[in-house]
């Protein structure tokens, strides 16, 4: 019988196996050995060491500091659902935040249109917004409502706050949503509002929430960082 595990493995793959069981035993934010220690230790060229460790960064066992690396925090998990980011990072224990990027009211294109149950060109209002876990930068979300149903936000919504807390304190009430998570890579700006490289797999997801009777209420497209966030859904049998 022939075995399914190739005779040869990569040098990198071992490498970074080898490290991985030295992460395990350090703690969040201790240092990781050198490439040039680690090079010496498995005795292999710096580039399959940086290979690795690239590898790594990727997956957000490790992260740059200075100009070294050292072992991140666990991933912040996000349960599916139809809560807010605030409450889901809430009850991770971990403190969320919002910089506001840009709040204005445009024409809907026509996907915006679609999803919304507008004419293409009505006015929607659309909010930008980086989203934090204990002050690190790990989304970037963009909201379209329709205007004619929520302009009076203007007035009354701090956009470094919940949006879902502040449209159901409205009376809003949510009925059910499509989501659909999709990997892509950064552009320049992205890379550049979530403070990561434009080599960085980044999640996105496309929401589209209507109320109990049908009625759109928002379009939303947000950019999660891979390496530090995950998602998660509860599945049960149909």
């Known amino acids: 019988m022939t075995s399914a595990v190739p005779e040869r493995l990569p040098k990198a793959y071992v490498v970074r196996t080898e490290l991985e069981a030295i992460l395990d035993g350090l703690d969040e934010g201790d240092p990781v050995p050198s490439e040039r220690e680690l090079a010496l230790r498995f005795e ?8 690795a460790i690239r590898d790594l960064l990727v997956e957000g066992r490790i992260r740059r500091q200075g100009r070294g690396s050292v072992v991140s925090r666990p991933k912040l998990v996000q349960p599916l659902s139809l809560r807010s980011y605030t409450e889901g990072a809430l009850s991770l224990g971990r403190v969320p935040g919002r910089i506001l990027v840009d709040w204005q009211d445009e024409p809907a294109d026509a996907d915006t249109a679609r999803d919304l149950g507008l004419t ?18 790990i989304g970037l979300e963009s909201t379209f409502l ?28 949510f009925g059910e949503a499509v989501e659909r998570i999709e990997t892509v890579l950064a552009s320049p700006r992205e890379a550049l509002l979530l403070g990561c490289t434009t080599a960085l797999p980044l999640l ?24 530090r966030i995950a998602f998660e859904a509860v599945l049960t049998k149909v």
Do not use: C, N
């Not at 996105?204 to 390496?227: C, F, K, M, N, Q």
């Open 146 to 173: 329709p205007l004619p149903r929520f302009a009076s936000l203007r007035d009354t919504y701090d956009p470094t706050t919940s949006l879902y807390a502040a449209l159901r304190a409205s009376g809003i009430e």
């Open 44 to 51: 292999v060229a710096r580039e399959t060491v940086r290979q």
């Open 204 to 227: 996105r997801l496309h929401r589209r929430t209507v109320d109990p009777a049908g009625h759109p209420i928002e379009r939303v497209r947000s950019l999660y960082r891979g390496d």
């Open 120 to 137: 293409v060109g009505t006015p929607v209002m659309h909010l930008e917004r980086v989203l934090l876990a204990d002050g690190e930068r």
